[in-house]
């Protein structure tokens, strides 16, 4: 008799861990790229797609940010896109790297400079995938709520995007909750 709990038992341990296994999976650390080249990073990228998001709820089409270096080393972001009425919406910030030079890891914010003390005001900005020759990436952020994948072109061919989705499933992101941007 105790053999057989002992085996039911050991079975409804196994069913279990077989079930968990891809939510254990989510919560492993989020890695980033090894490095990042600032000065490659700088200049315009395109949103290609996102997870939604109460912050860009206004947006239609044409989602973009700019990047620029600024002489105290801390990044300039301006972050554009068209609402449904065609009119530009614009929200001006700052990142900055938490790391060496070549650290892909940012914190980046868009409240004012004054608030700048604050640690809550600075989010997590974590390049997890990133082309050889900087024509895409992927940003999210250590709890995976977050999710940009963005291309120097407004639009990305469907073979990049497809290995791309591939590659976020690896790591554990929910690709459906993906949603497409318009340019």
């Known amino acids: ?32 790229v ?27 089409s044409s989602t973009q940010a700019t990047y620029a270096l600024q002489a105290n080393g801390q990044l300039q972001v301006l972050n554009r896109c068209k609402t449904d009425t065609g009119e530009w919406r614009e ?23 004054w608030l700048s003390f604050i640690p809550l005001v600075w989010g997590d900005y974590w390049i997890i995938e990133l082309d050889p020759d900087y024509q895409w990436v992927v940003v999210s952020e ?5 999710l940009w994948i963005l291309s120097r072109a407004p639009q990305m061919p469907a073979s990049t995007y497809q290995a791309l989705l ?15 941007s318009k340019p």
């Open 166 to 180: 591939g590659k976020l499933d690896k790591l554990g992101f929910d690709t459906q909750r993906l949603q497409a």
């Open 34 to 60: 090894p490095s990042l080249d600032v000065p490659r990073y700088m200049g315009t990228w395109h949103e290609i797609a996102k997870y939604p998001n109460w912050f860009q709820k206004s947006c239609a």
């Open 91 to 113: 929200a001006l910030g700052a990142a900055r790297q938490i790391g060496g030079a070549a650290s892909p890891q940012l914190k980046v914010r868009f409240a004012p400079e």
């Open 142 to 146: 250590p709890q995976r709520e977050y």
């Open 1 to 32: 008799m105790r053999h057989r709990w002992f085996a039911g038992g050991l079975w409804l341990v196994l069913v279990c861990c077989t079930a968990l296994s891809p939510a254990l999976a989510e919560r492993a650390p989020l890695k980033t």
